[in-house]
């Protein structure tokens, strides 16, 4: 079908597209007089975010800022919200809402609730495009109602915000509460307990008395050390005695060690007498009195040498027992102060335990008391982050219905429904209005189109009673204009 063929159509049934236009005209124009007049208020609300918790100081992510506005906005649209808005305006005292109530017949929940739901229904919360906004629309027969109940609602939605921060503070609190006696009970058992091992220990400063206890076996180490050293040597000294010829009375090959003033002089002595000896020997014989004497007086002095290497000797035996009786007691301390600081180690160790229980206990006990604090601030303060921006006021125009719009679009529908309905009375009635039609009708070529001659409406309208009283008579002759 052509866009002429269309045109055609239209044109033909125009007459159907113009009353179609004006019966949906009038009939809307009825519609919206009929319908009651409805009004709506807006409240709105600015959401703090950006400012920080006035407790804790946190601020909330911007990726979480969406999140929340959606949140809070389904918190508005709540039944919670809207049962304040019941107790608030005492509206189930409301004579419209009890006869109301009292006319549904299972409504299967309390009144307050009931209402709540009535009220929702004319509710509408949403966010003000790219702010942290939020208005709060309620939609009611009187321009009065609506602002009130936009303002009410704005109040139970900042009431109740309020109240989601601050009851589970105070819960929390309660529950911090208890628990701080049950903490402060187990620092005072684990303080308890490490006074008692103190007490019993007789360890105070753990530290210091190891120090000390540490110094001292150092300084018993080091004095058995040199003990034992001294044992050494002295049984060294003792060997080479025993290695000398001083067991068969030799004074020839005496040891370095054993050189005192006493035993060099009887040693000078008694070389001289020896060279004494030597010497008379050779004049006299071994029986003068000159050579006896001086062999008498050679025995004195090698007795009286004997006699300095046996003091010297005994001096040295005596010196070994000294140096292992010593170096015994010495070593006696060592293991005692050994055990001593083994016994303090494992103290301290147990001291440490001790001590580091107390301050676990004392951290628990000092982060529940400052997170008690914390609660109880946030419990007690009174602080939203909500601000009223506007109040609702009573509206000078109602929402709804909107007269001009909706007869707007019930005539625009209304055309496109003439059209429409002309289309369907065209393919139920087809008509040839054109060379194309009678093309497509008879599936032949058009040969030659004959223009209507043009003649006025009065013309037309006296040629058809012509035709008519033409017809009245003489039926069967067909006149030239009906022929044409």
């Known amino acids: 079908m052509s866009i002429f063929q269309v045109v055609a159509i239209l044109k033909a049934r125009l007459w159907l597209i113009i009353l179609s236009t004006i019966v949906a005209g009038v009939v809307s124009s009825l519609i919206v007089l009929a319908l009651p007049e409805r009004y709506t208020a807006s409240t ?17 992510s911007t990726s979480l800022v969406r999140n929340h506005i959606r949140t809070q906005i389904r918190l508005i649209m709540s039944e919670g919200v809207a049962g304040r808005v019941v107790d608030q305006l005492n509206l189930t005292s409301s004579p419209f809402y009890l006869n109301a109530f009292s006319q549904q017949e299972n409504p ?38 609506a602002a009130q109940l936009a303002n009410a609602f704005a109040d139970a939605y900042i009431a109740a915000d309020l109240d989601l921060r601050v009851d589970p503070a105070r819960r929390n609190a309660q529950w911090f509460a208890g628990q701080l006696n049950k903490l402060r009970q187990n620092l005072n058992d684990a303080q308890r307990r490490l006074t008692e091992y103190q007490q019993r220990t007789g360890i105070v400063s753990e530290s210091q008395e190891l120090n000390a206890e540490d110094t001292k076996l150092a300084d018993l180490t080091a004095r058995v050390t040199e003990a034992r050293a001294e ?19 030799g004074t020839q090959s005496l040891p370095a060690f054993i050189n005192s003033s006493e035993i060099q002089q009887w040693r000078d002595e008694l070389t001289k007498i020896e060279s004494i000896l030597a010497t008379v020997g050779g004049q006299v014989g071994v029986n003068h009195p000159e050579y006896k004497a001086m062999v008498a007086r050679r025995e004195v002095a090698q007795n009286q ?43 301290r160790d147990e001291l440490d335990g001790l001590a580091r229980e107390v301050q676990i206990r004392k951290a628990e006990y000092d982060d529940a008391f400052r997170r008690a604090g914390s609660l109880r601030l946030e419990g007690d303060i009174a602080q939203s ?13 109602h929402s709804f219905p909107k007269r001009g719009l909706t007869v707007a679009v019930a005539t625009v529908a209304a055309v496109f429904f003439g059209m429409a309905l002309a289309f369907l009375l065209e393919m139920i009635d087809r008509r040839l209005r054109s060379p194309e039609d009678l093309e497509q009708a008879t599936d032949l070529p058009v040969l030659a189109v004959l223009a209507a001659s043009k003649t006025s409406r009065k013309t037309k309208k006296a040629e058809r009673k012509r035709l008519k009283k033409a017809s009245s008579g003489s039926s069967s002759q067909p006149t030239p204009a009906a022929a044409e």
């Not at 709105?44 to 909330?60: C, F, N, S, Y």
């Not at 009786?325 to 180690?345: G, N």
């Not at 982050?385 to 125009?397: C, N, S």
């Open 44 to 60: 709105t609300v600015l959401l703090d975010i950006a400012e920080p918790d006035p407790v804790t100081g946190r601020v909330m």
């Open 108 to 145: 299967g929940v309390d009144i307050r609730y009931w209402i709540g739901r009535r009220l929702l229904d004319n509710l509408k919360a949403e966010n003000v495009a790219g702010s942290d906004i939020v208005a709060i629309n309620y939609t009611a027969p009187a321009p009065n109602l």
């Open 231 to 249: 044992v050494s040597e002295a049984r060294s000294m003792v060997s080479q005695i025993n290695a000398s010829d001083i067991q068969k009375g």
């Open 305 to 347: 040498l004997n006699t300095e290497i046996q003091k010297v000797r005994t001096a040295i035996f005596n010196r070994v027992k000294i140096a292992e009786a010593k170096a015994e007691t010495l070593e006696a301390e060592l293991e005692a102060q050994k055990s001593r600081v083994l016994r303090l180690r494992q103290g």
């Open 385 to 397: 982050q909500l601000v009223v921006l506007e109040e609702a006021v009573p509206p000078l125009t």
